[in-house]
């Protein structure tokens, strides 16, 4: 049976980790652009390269750090809740964060909320076991952002490239053996969806929810293709 307390010292590094993804985005993130466009860098490739800093730097750091302070899945999910509320309320209000902001879509706010989602339904699914629902949102967050800075170097522009892909799944793939064969199958083919992009559904979308799937299939089919015993 899991723990479903929550201690004083998870509150605390909850606060902790908010006001680290707070500075990243509202104050680093804000330097860098600043930096990157007094080096001559056209305005939207320091936004793309922000929001791709902002992915390893928050998303990222924050979502490795989960199953080592953390014993549920409640305050993470709280903490992705409320960064989705605010990066939503500026599209709301048309005072968009221009640094890694767009008007043309919402991304940022599907990130938080799939962060959040993710980690918990892989909590629960997998009886406690963090690292079920981490391993898809280090796909999105660390995966996807080094496919963003590969193309973004080489397009200068927000585009597809195969090359980004491949950057990816040179990433993806090695960090999914953390949950075995089919972790590494997860992070080679949320290596190839994140190239597609369906209307409104991205990749910030899709590469969570598609790593995850995989993942919860074998669980439930081909379990001696995962390792669950971090």
Not at 114 to 143: C, H, K, Q, R, T
């Amino acid at each position: 049976m899991y723990e479903l307390t929550i201690g004083l010292d998870e509150i605390l590094c909850a606060i902790l980790l908010f006001l680290w993804v707070i500075a990243v985005v509202r104050v680093i993130s804000k330097k860098a652009y600043d930096f990157m466009i007094s080096k001559g860098f056209r305005h939207n490739v320091a936004v793309y390269y922000n929001r791709k800093i902002i992915h390893i730097a928050a998303g990222g750091l924050v979502a490795l750090l989960v199953p080592y302070v953390f014993k549920t899945p409640m305050l993470p999910l709280v903490l992705a809740s409320l960064l989705a509320i605010f990066t939503y309320i500026p599209h709301r209000r048309n005072k968009l964060m221009f640094w890694f902001q767009t008007p043309d879509n919402i991304y940022e706010v599907h990130f938080c909320i799939m962060w959040g989602l993710i980690i918990m339904l892989g909590w629960v699914i997998s009886e406690g076991n963090f690292w079920f629902g981490v391993l898809p949102v280090l796909f999105m967050a660390l995966g996807d952002a080094i496919t963003g800075l590969v193309r973004n170097t080489i397009y200068k522009k927000r585009t597809k490239s195969w090359w980004g892909n491949l950057a990816m799944a040179s990433l993806s793939i090695p960090l999914g053996a953390v949950l075995g064969i089919a972790g590494m199958v997860a992070g080679a083919i949320a290596s190839i969806v994140e190239h597609f992009e369906i209307g409104p559904i991205d990749d910030n979308i899709l590469v969570p929810l598609t790593s995850f799937t995989i993942l919860t299939l074998t669980l439930i089919y081909a379990p001696w293709l995962l390792s669950l015993e971090i």
